[in-house]
């Protein structure tokens, strides 16, 4: 059953953590409305879990506009699972077992930093950016010599860029070293990503080559970052969870789960295309309308999740969608994990009398960007 009129919809979230109440609401009398687009076109939105799930499994929604971000070259758009099979073919365990590593190095090292330049500090400027960046960077094999560069343009287009100016050189620069950056894998391969994409399909040209890094760039920075930072603002916030992690370290891998489960960083997305007429839970989809998944809300369905709303590092239900569901689930989301568990490991035991340098409410929020999450978090110890 579906709205006579569509709705339309917000980012604005009443709550730091939960996805909006306008979603919520949606999701109660319905896991799938009729919605209207900014661009005045009518599409469908979900926000029921298994609604959710059937979508991002069901061959017959695409993602192929998903990619058609107005920053990524054109090139990135290659076809889905010839990309997907080999990017996921270098995601291998011995790699994220060096990843691991040199994740634990990067983090003691902005750790380290941080302490030396004293509180307060911004855990989003000085922690929660640079240190996504620079696994990527590790990730592409970017050399040493050019990784304060890469770091650099990174930030700037990723977040701290002060003009729009600022954020295109950013952008330009960036692409230039990861067409550099091929050029020198085709000559000098090393053991990282792109040196093992050439060595997987020598037919892989040097712009499709600079796309897939980008992509990765983009999938893989925003979100673990302001991931990173809104987790820690969560647990201070919530201080008896805060409080559970702290007794009991073993508890890290499921405060992550729960982390990614009750923050959504996503605002609204996945996006998918019906290839044909379909239905979602009785809901009738004509071929080529567009359907935008609410991941926020779909985690926090009570027909899925006990007490939804409620943050707890000892939940043991597990299956959230925070990276996506099906053949096209975030290919990154083993790295991901690994960086989330080692920079909130290592914050909490390097510093541990860590609290907001400022009250909850003059932290900004980023409610009008693709991933949520904070520009600024002042903290102390």
């Known amino acids: 059953m579906t709205q006579a009129a569509p709705v339309t919809f917000s980012t604005v979230r009443e709550n730091y953590f939960g996805p909006p109440a306008e979603m919520q609401a949606l999701r109660h009398k319905a896991p799938v409305t009729r919605t209207a687009f900014a661009d005045g076109r009518l599409g469908w939105l979900v926000t029921g879990y298994s609604a959710a799930r059937a979508v991002l499994s069901d061959s017959r929604f695409t993602a192929r506009g998903e990619r058609e971000h107005p920053a990524v070259p054109r090139a990135a758009t290659l076809e889905d ?23 634990e190095r990067i983090v003691r090292e902005h750790l380290d930093a941080m302490e030396h330049m004293g509180s ?70 090393g053991d990282d990503l792109l040196s093992g994409l050439i060595a997987a399909d020598p037919a892989l040209t040097d712009e499709e080559l600079a796309s897939i890094a980008f992509l990765l760039l983009v999938a893989g920075h925003g979100t673990t970052a302001h991931q990173i930072a809104l987790g820690a603002f969560l647990l201070l916030e919530h201080p008896d969870q805060l409080a559970a992690l702290r007794t009991e370290p073993a508890l890290t891998e499921s405060a992550v789960e729960e982390l990614l489960r009750h923050l959504s960083v996503v605002h609204h997305g996945p996006t998918r295309a019906a290839l044909q007429d379909a239905d979602i839970e009785g809901t009738p989809v004509k071929a080529g309308e567009v359907v935008v998944v609410s991941l926020g809300a779909a985690n926090r369905d009570p027909a899925r999740f006990e007490r939804p709303d409620a943050v707890d590092v000892t939940r043991e239900d597990t299956g959230h969608l925070a990276f996506g569901h099906g053949m096209h689930q975030c290919l990154g989301r083993q790295l991901a994990r ?44």
């Open 81 to 103: 699972e010839r990309c997907r099979r080999l990017i996921a073919g270098q995601f291998t365990a011995r790699r994220m077992r060096q990843l691991t590593g040199r994740t």
């Open 120 to 189: 307060p500090a911004d855990l989003v400027e000085h922690f929660a950016l640079p240190v996504p960046s620079l696994v990527i960077a590790e990730l592409l094999g970017v050399p040493p010599a050019d990784r304060e560069q890469f770091q650099h343009d990174t930030l700037r287009w990723g977040g701290f860029g002060r003009s729009t100016e600022e954020v295109t050189e950013a952008f330009v620069s960036l692409g230039g070293q990861l067409q550099r950056l091929v050029r020198l894998k085709r000559t000098e391969p």
């Open 338 to 381: 690994i960086e989330l568990r080692v920079a909130l490991t290592a914050l909490l035991e390097r510093f541990p009398h860590l609290r907001l340098a400022c009250p909850a409410a003059e932290i900004p929020l980023r409610h009008d960007m693709q991933v949520y999450g904070a520009d600024r978090l002042p903290v102390a110890w």
